[in-house]
């Protein structure tokens, strides 16, 4: 009988949080191989993303996970010689009512303990960074000026390449069929073409984590929701930072509005459907265009004469409380879970990548282990504290 092949590390998932993982595993001399079920890298969720990288979240937990991902993104072309379409360009946060302003401004104090580089803005200062906003009702807003933007298609080929020329192994058009389990230990995975071991199995598999948890009797709360996107034809450079319009659309059947340009010129945008769109239909809907457009062409009126390329859906693998989750599983020794990203997945990527390279290399977690407990596969997903940011 042919004998398992062995490896150091298993990484199930190569897409936004699984290529960066590997390639910090492979960094340091690790045995690793990445399994993933489609064709090619980055070809889940990954794709879907619009790009946006910020620190400035309201969780410490996911602020400390941003700056770590701006390191790795800002320092990439210097690292690998790949350009990667990084534009530190910002994140701007405008306020149009009171009530998004003392959100907004309530967050400042936690943002700032990180030592985030962000400030408030008045009126004319927003108008500065956002070329052509809509004066009426501006109040201000926020404005961090280290966040940016990143092609996720790139970033997902450099990290693949990257990790091979490392020696991590890729396997694509591979299902995992179930873990293999030694007692309570995690011990290697069998799919559909041949069973591998290794001493730490990595969970990165997005919108089927839950499928791969409950692989090793470890239940975990996580709910497809899908959203969408679009971008535009390249247009001259005019819009600097990503902005985010927290307001309710029209009827309250949309919020948080974002909107950037990318180094290429495109203007790529998408919001948050109110009430949510559960599952995994990716079909595109007939109220996207109409809904979207309204909405950027009342934050930027310029707008109107944009040219729109195309759309897309993409899912967010979602946790009731809006949080990742991030650590060993519950029970399971060999078990490491990077899921629940909640569409964010892509920007928060390589910080929580780093964490658990240092995870199964050092037996810590690189940033402070309180920092990233309420992360825990192992918490309470339905207590009263929410994301607000999310």
């Not at 595993?25 to 946006?52: F, P």
């Not at 927003?126 to 009702?137: D, E, K, L, P």
């Not at 997945?345 to 240092?358: K, Q, T, W």
Request: proline share 6%; charged share 20%; with cysteine.
């Amino acid at each position: 009988m042919t004998q398992p092949a062995e490896f150091d590390a298993i990484v199930i998932g190569a897409g936004s949080v699984g290529n960066p993982t590997a390639y910090f595993l492979a960094r340091e001399g690790l045995r690793v191989l990445v399994l993933d079920e489609l064709s090619s890298s980055g070809q889940g969720q990954n794709k879907a993303a619009i790009g946006g990288v910020r620190a400035s979240h309201s969780d410490p937990a996911k602020i400390r996970l941003g700056q770590l991902s701006l390191e790795v993104f800002a320092g990439w072309r210097d690292a690998t010689g790949t350009d990667i379409g990084w534009k530190k360009g910002g994140y701007c946060f405008p306020a149009f009512d009171e009530k998004v302003e003392e959100t907004l401004q309530g967050l400042l104090s936690v943002q700032r303990q990180f030592r985030l580089s962000i400030d408030w803005l008045d009126a004319e200062g927003i108008s500065n960074r956002v070329t052509g906003i809509n004066r009426a009702g501006l109040r201000g807003g926020s404005y961090s000026p280290d966040d940016g933007q990143v092609s996720p298609l790139k970033a997902s080929e450099s990290f693949t390449r990257e990790a091979g020329r490392r020696g991590a192994v890729y396997r694509f058009g591979e299902t995992v069929r179930s873990l293999v389990l030694e007692g309570s230990a995690v011990v290697g995975v069998r799919t559909d073409q041949g069973e591998y071991r290794a001493s730490v199995v990595v969970n990165a598999a997005g919108v089927g984590a839950a499928r791969i948890c409950a692989m090793a009797g470890v239940t975990i709360p996580i709910l497809p929701e899908s959203h969408e996107a679009g971008i535009s034809a390249p247009v001259r450079e005019f819009l600097n930072p990503l902005v985010v319009d927290l307001r309710p659309g029209p009827e309250g059947r949309t919020i948080n509005l974002y909107f950037g340009q990318d180094s290429d010129g495109q203007v790529i945008f998408c919001y948050t459907p109110k009430p949510p769109f559960y599952g995994e239909n990716r079909t595109s809907t007939v109220e996207f265009m109409p809904t979207v457009a309204a909405r950027l062409v009342e934050v930027i009126p310029r707008l109107k004469n944009l040219m729109v390329r195309r759309v897309w859906r993409g899912l967010y693998p979602m946790t009731p409380d809006g949080i990742p989750i991030v650590g060993w599983a519950p029970n399971r020794s060999g078990f490491l879970l990077g899921v629940g990203m909640c569409g964010q997945g892509f920007m928060l990527g390589p910080g929580v990548a780093r964490n658990l390279a240092s995870w199964v290399l050092r037996g810590r977690p690189e940033v402070d282990s309180d920092l990233l407990a309420p992360l825990s596969p192992s918490r309470d997903f339905f207590a009263a504290r929410k994301e607000a940011l999310k």
